[in-house]
């Protein structure tokens, strides 16, 4: 069974450029989330999604970042116009759903430097 | 708010050395609280789940504890291998306003010497 797909793994780019990123969760998984990592620090959670409905977006910056899971599946994740505080890793993790004992499948990110 | 802090912050030890990471957290309102390990460049495993009316759960030769009332779990790891070498992150779902979201806390890098 294949993973969570993400593209691309790296990205650089300077300041005040677009970009964007792509995740396929596990298929049949309904509940789709993406995290920013900052160097030394855990994940932090940017927006969750069950099926196409946004349900958790509270710590997206939503003047520059936004996100959408057109058809319940697939995702993207979008900054415009990127900042030097953007450099990280994001990374998308699917699930079942949301109940209590659902395990948190997580892809291998994509590495944004910003420059 | 829920908080969640992992000490050490880095650990290295010789091969074959049992070994054991802290985790607590301030709320302990929580349902669940997971173990991930992540290597370098690469997503995160989850390697145990202890749900909140569990003590402890053990995978080969991992084994995790949860006491909810005081904030605190660790993990215990037997006889530690290089390839143990990672950072082990430590997550609970629930409390402190979290909406039913994963919090982490910033991981503890493992270093295991052959």
């Known amino acids: 069974e294949a993973g969570v797909v993400q593209s691309p793994r790296y990205k650089i780019i300077e300041k005040k450029q677009p970009v964007a990123f792509w995740c396929n969760p596990i298929s049949g998984h309904n509940t789709l989330y993406w995290y920013r990592q900052n160097l030394g620090q855990g994940p932090e959670l940017l927006i969750r999604y069950e099926n196409e409905e946004a349900v958790d977006d509270s710590q997206l910056p939503k003047d520059r970042f936004s996100a959408e899971r057109l058809k319940g599946v697939d995702s993207t994740l979008k900054i415009q116009p990127a900042e030097l505080g953007d450099s990280a890793v994001y990374l998308c993790?699917?699930?079942?759903?949301?109940?209590?004992?659902?395990?948190?499948?997580f892809g291998p990110g994509t590495r944004l430097l910003v420059l | 708010k829920q908080e969640v802090t992992q000490i050490p912050a880095a650990l290295s030890v010789p091969e074959g050395e049992n070994l054991v990471l802290n985790c607590s957290f301030t709320d302990s309102a929580i349902y669940n609280l997971q173990w991930f390990r992540q290597d370098p460049g690469k997503g995160l495993t989850s390697l145990l789940l202890?749900?909140?009316?569990?003590r402890e759960q053990t995978s080969g030769r991992l084994n995790a504890s949860l006491d909810k009332s005081s904030g605190r779990s660790t993990l215990y790891i037997a006889a530690s291998q290089p390839g143990d070498s990672a950072t082990y992150l430590c997550a609970v779902l629930g409390g402190g306003g979290s909406q039913g979201n994963l919090i982490f806390g910033k991981g503890t890098k493992l270093s295991v010497k052959p």
């Open positions: 202890i749900q909140s009316s569990q």
């Open positions: 993790a699917s699930s079942l759903g949301v109940d209590r004992g659902e395990t948190q499948y």
